[in-house]
């Protein structure tokens, strides 16, 4: 958290627009940079794979090497596409094949490598919301770090997986005022534009002023709204504004008006708003932290992240520790799963 602080202070004090969005404005005919640590692999031949899948597969005591390099140097475009050789060559599904032969956090790495970003959130979802108990931080981290379309293809491929809607699940296990921020997000009708309105800033900044601070009993619906709405470069105008016009700011405003699960979920869409890259960084910083891994995090952030934006992250993550990301999975992991998760870091 103090990290977060210290970012919006710097974004309080600085009143020209935020670097990413001149950025975008300068490079608009430049091609998009990459930042994933995977990459398609240019001498690609599924049905090569495929065979080399199949005799590390049913190579006694399993070759788990091989099935790394295979698998972390391909796209997941092309993992599918490994898919389909494989099950035209040996009539099995290499997802049930893999899931037969391997165990624990190392398989769990490796049936997500296969899924498709839509079918791998939709797993995770699934599973936060399976059994007794919800996981509210995965809803949370995935919902409000998914682009309207990305939210869109998961609502679709939860009904064809499931049988079920995405909204009638979060309903049925949710409730309250987290219960509507996460309706909210499901809309998927999120401004995406990088165009700043100064006036709706200022609008929005007194309006969460007046629903919190200066308010007996906080209005959660108006939190909701703004979070949930405006675009990421909007926000931070917002931000900017709400510090100039409180004596608190923002995150302090957050922790002193709401609690429990809406004051994670209405956090995690300041933090990422701020910085997505840092609010993955702190998210993969404290499932290592203390006594015990969250294994869950670290795999569904490194495979979900590894085509996206994984580079930033690792970037953030020396920059807010100290200290590289790998060091510390070296630290708190071991074995395959370990061997797995750096290959997905690429190379130190």
């Known amino acids: 958290?103090?990290?977060?602080?210290?970012?919006?202070?710097?974004?309080?004090?600085?009143?020209?627009?935020?670097?990413?969005?001149?950025?975008?404005?300068?490079?608009?005919?430049?091609?998009?940079?990459?930042?994933?640590?995977?990459?398609?692999?240019?001498?690609?031949?599924?049905?090569?794979?495929?065979?080399?899948?199949?005799?590390?597969?049913?190579?006694?005591?399993?070759?788990?090497?091989?099935?790394?390099?295979i698998l972390v140097k391909k796209s997941n475009e092309q993992r599918q596409q490994i898919k389909s050789a494989y099950e035209q060559s040996t009539g099995k599904p290499l997802e049930e094949t893999l899931k037969a032969a391997l165990k624990s956090e190392f398989?769990?790495?490796?049936?997500?490598?296969?899924?498709?970003?839509?079918?791998?959130?939709?797993?995770?979802?699934?599973?936060?919301?399976?059994?007794?108990?919800?996981?509210?931080?995965?809803?949370?981290?995935?919902?409000?770090?998914?682009?309207?379309?990305?939210?869109?293809?998961?609502k679709k491929t939860f009904?064809?997986?499931?049988?079920?809607?995405?909204?009638?699940?979060?309903?049925c296990d949710t409730s309250g005022d987290f219960r509507d921020a996460l309706l909210a997000l499901c809309k998927a009708d999120r401004c995406e534009d990088e165009e700043i309105d100064d006036g709706v800033a200022k609008s929005d900044a007194k309006a969460l002023l007046e629903?919190?601070?200066?308010?007996?009993?906080?209005?959660?619906?108006?939190?909701?709204?703004?979070?949930?709405?405006?675009?990421?470069?909007?926000?931070?105008?917002?931000?900017?504004?709400?510090?100039?016009?409180?004596?608190?700011?923002?995150v302090e405003a957050?922790?002193?008006?709401?609690?429990?699960?809406?004051?994670?979920?209405?956090?995690?869409?300041?933090?990422?708003?701020?910085?997505?890259?840092?609010?993955?960084?702190?998210?993969?910083?404290?499932?290592m932290k203390g006594f015990g891994t969250n294994c869950g995090t670290l795999t569904r952030i490194l495979v979900s992240r590894s085509e996206v934006d994984l580079l930033k992250i690792l970037h953030e993550y020396r920059r807010m520790y100290n200290r590289t990301l790998q060091e510390d999975l070296l630290a708190e992991t071991k074995g395959d799963y370990e061997t797995i998760l750096l290959a997905l870091c690429g190379k130190k």
């Not at 930042?35 to 399993?62: S, W």
């Not at 049936?111 to 936060?128: C, F, K, N, V």
């Not at 629903?211 to 709405?229: H, M, N, P, Q």
Request: aromatic content about 8%.
């Open 1 to 69: 958290m103090p990290f977060f602080k210290d970012l919006l202070k710097k974004i309080i004090d600085d009143d020209s627009d935020d670097e990413e969005s001149q950025t975008k404005k300068h490079s608009k005919a430049q091609v998009k940079p990459y930042y994933g640590t995977i990459t398609p692999d240019p001498n690609f031949n599924a049905a090569r794979d495929a065979a080399a899948l199949q005799k590390a597969i049913e190579t006694k005591g399993v070759d788990e090497q091989t099935i790394v390099e």
């Open 107 to 154: 398989e769990d790495v490796v049936l997500g490598l296969l899924m498709t970003p839509a079918q791998y959130d939709a797993h995770e979802i699934r599973m936060s919301m399976k059994g007794l108990g919800t996981n509210e931080s995965v809803l949370c981290e995935i919902l409000s770090t998914r682009s309207n379309k990305e939210i869109t293809e998961l």
């Open 159 to 171: 009904k064809e997986a499931y049988n079920e809607d995405l909204e009638e699940d979060i309903k």
């Open 211 to 250: 629903a919190g601070e200066k308010k007996r009993g906080t209005v959660c619906s108006v939190f909701i709204d703004v979070l949930t709405s405006r675009s990421s470069p909007q926000l931070r105008k917002v931000f900017r504004y709400y510090g100039k016009y409180s004596t608190k700011g923002l």
């Open 254 to 287: 957050l922790d002193d008006e709401l609690t429990g699960d809406t004051e994670d979920c209405l956090m995690t869409l300041v933090k990422t708003a701020w910085n997505t890259p840092a609010y993955f960084a702190e998210r993969l910083q404290q499932a």
